[in-house]
């Protein structure tokens, strides 16, 4: 059956390995079935709910463009554009946050986690970023929104504004509740330093990623320091349990290689984590120099990349202009 898919990507530099295996490599997928309509964002209004520098800001909408058609995903097939040029995303975001309680927005853990310490000092954008995400998904009518399990409870809080708006403005499925789409198994990528520490671009230490425009040499020497532990690699997942910086990078090879977690413990089994290291450096720089080849290549055509993002937002412009325009009806504009 064919799926309208959104999803998107804050263009905030350093693009790693969480997020390419999280999402991006599942956006290929998704731009590869046929009958799929895509629309993947470079979502550039929730990037600026922390302070930007506004040259850096700019490349990294580039380069963020850069990396979906590097990966993979074929802007003659999928929508590809940058939020911020077309309105209705900020627009529907300040309807729906009428319609967001605010003791539904208090319970989001990624506010808490980015606001740190000093809550009083973070913008009130961070506070009310899920709703603009919301936004970008219910514009779309969208039916499947692929992410990494960072991003779950931000689709339910989208799933409960969209069943709260239909039903105060008593119009059953006006917005589509739409369903996540979470890979199983890999969609935690943990740092390589700390294996109960998420994979992060907001990590000080360039060691806890793979940099989706790392060279070879870079990924060789960032796997052969990752963090592991002193036992074998074990037969069954369960012997797993309490081994996080091991499973992590099972996990990784599992997700690169397309095979399940078992499917590797077969393979690797009994064997120690210096032999695991050099195969796991090998097929990571195998399939990720090629990208951040095409990236680095990509980055230079700036007029080529402006076109592919104006044309999308074009495209974008014309579903989401025809929603926004109901919605401002529904409500009484
Ligand atoms: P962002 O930019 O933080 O991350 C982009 C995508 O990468 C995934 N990801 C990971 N997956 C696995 N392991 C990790 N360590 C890891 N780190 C990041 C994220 O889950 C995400 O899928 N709010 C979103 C962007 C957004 C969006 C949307 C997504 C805005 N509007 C609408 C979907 C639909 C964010 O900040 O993602």
């Not at 922390?50 to 990294?60: G, H, M, T, V």
């Not at 080529?304 to 974008?316: F, Q, V």
Request: net charge neutral; with cysteine; aromatic share 8%.
């Amino acid at each position: 059956m064919s799926k309208k898919i959104f999803s998107g990507v804050q263009p905030t530099g350093n693009l790693h390995l969480g997020n390419y295996l999280g999402a991006i490599k599942n956006f290929v997928e998704l731009n590869n079935e046929k009958e799929n309509d895509c629309i993947f964002c470079v979502v550039d209004l929730h990037a600026i709910t922390i302070k930007q520098d506004k040259n850096e800001l700019k490349s990294n909408i580039r380069e963020t463009a850069a990396t979906f058609i590097a990966s993979g995903i074929d802007p003659s097939k999928s929508i590809i554009f940058n939020q911020s040029k077309v309105q209705a995303h900020a627009e529907a975001s300040w309807i729906l946050s009428c319609t967001a309680p605010m003791g539904w927005l208090n319970r989001m853990t990624q506010f808490k986690e980015k606001a740190g310490k000093d809550k009083e000092k973070a913008s009130v954008g961070l506070y009310i970023y899920p709703v603009l995400m919301a936004s970008d998904i219910l514009l779309y009518d969208t039916s499947h929104v692929p992410v990494g399990e960072d991003q779950k409870q931000h689709l339910e809080l989208t799933r409960d504004i969209a069943q709260k708006f239909n039903k105060e403005f008593i119009c059953d499925d006006f917005f589509k509740v739409p369903e996540p789409l979470i890979k199983k198994n890999f969609s935690r990528i943990m740092s390589l330093k700390d294996g109960l520490k998420k994979m992060s671009k907001s990590d000080p230490s360039g060691l806890s990623r793979i940099n989706l425009t790392d060279t070879k040499d870079e990924i060789v020497n960032k796997i052969r320091k990752a963090k592991t532990d002193s036992f074998p690699i074990p037969n069954i997942e369960k012997e797993l349990n309490d081994r996080p910086e091991a499973e992590n990078l099972l996990g990784i090879y599992s997700s690169i290689s397309n095979q399940t977690l078992e499917k590797t413990l077969d393979e690797f089994g009994g064997k120690n984590f210096s032999f695991f290291k050099n195969e796991l450096a090998e097929i990571l720089s195998s399939k990720i120099s090629p990208i951040s080849g095409e990236i680095k290549k990509l980055i230079h055509d700036r007029q080529y990349l402006d076109n592919i993002l104006l044309e999308g937002a074009e495209k974008a412009e014309s579903i989401a202009g025809k929603k926004i325009k109901e919605i401002k009806k529904i409500i009484g504009f």
